[in-house]
């Protein structure tokens, strides 16, 4: 069947680190790749996405790789700013209808 | 702007009681979707309407039915609310296809007593 597994958190970074969160994905066919953010209070919204292998989703300084030969979709961002503290959802949609959403991870990031 | 509308916000239910959570887009979108977020869990799929007049199961659907009332509008009712359906609840729409992006309402949160 089809699932996603993303890291655990909560993760809790200083303003201006690293960010990686990890995010694997079992597929039937090809599927497409999502990342959406929920920040507190609101529904999900569409961070970024790629359709294909080796397409590299971005938006916001965020990026993604489609990784098909490690089935992976790793969201990254090189300085990360308080106002980034959410919770992020990896997500994929194959055959159009319906799209699957990993457990999510919360982030924060402390000033 | 409105994009995705759920109404309501927030609700308490005792055990037992029913109630239609409602769901309105004014995207023109086909299809409509119902998922409950938990912690530790991330959404899940209730019910979907890949169209106008078609629903069908989700991950979840036990205990829930849902109406596609038109094309705007996607209901979801709980008849006999259990606590176990103590949750968020999120609407969502989309055009089809697979490369679409999923827009979402605001959420309502579910407690059953």
């Known amino acids: 069947g089809n699932s996603v597994t993303q890291m655990e958190g909560p993760v809790t970074l200083s303003e201006e680190a690293f960010l990686t969160i990890n995010c694997t994905y079992t597929?039937?066919?090809?599927?497409?790749l999502f990342w959406y953010v929920q920040y507190p209070g609101e529904g999900l919204q569409l961070l970024l996405k790629?359709?294909?292998?080796?397409d590299k989703g971005s938006n916001k300084g965020f990026e993604a790789t489609y990784r098909k030969e490690t089935t992976s979709f790793h969201l990254e961002k090189g300085s990360v700013q308080v106002s980034d503290s959410a919770v992020y959802f990896c997500?994929?949609?194959?055959?159009?209808?319906?799209?699957?959403f990993g457990a999510g991870t919360r982030l924060f990031v402390k000033a | 702007n409105a994009g995705v509308t759920q109404t309501p916000k927030f609700q308490v239910l005792k055990t037992g009681q029913s109630m239609t959570l409602q769901c309105a887009q004014d995207?023109?979108?086909?299809?409509m979707y119902w998922y409950r977020q938990d912690p530790g869990m991330g959404l899940r799929l209730i019910y979907y309407?890949?169209?106008?007049?078609?629903?069908d199961k989700g991950e979840v659907p036990n205990g829930y039915n849902v109406s596609r009332l038109n094309k705007r509008e996607f209901s979801l009712r709980l008849e006999s609310a259990a606590p176990s359906q103590t949750s968020v609840y999120f609407c969502?729409?989309?055009?089809?296809?697979?490369?679409?992006?999923?827009?979402f309402g605001q959420g309502t949160r579910l407690t059953v007593v």
């Open positions: 597929a039937t066919g090809y599927p497409s």
């Open positions: 997500a994929l949609s194959v055959g159009g209808f319906k799209t699957i």
């Open positions: 790629a359709t294909k292998a080796d």
């Open positions: 995207m023109n979108h086909n299809s």
């Open positions: 969502a729409s989309s055009e089809q296809g697979q490369d679409t992006e999923a827009f």
């Open positions: 309407s890949a169209s106008e007049g078609t629903t």
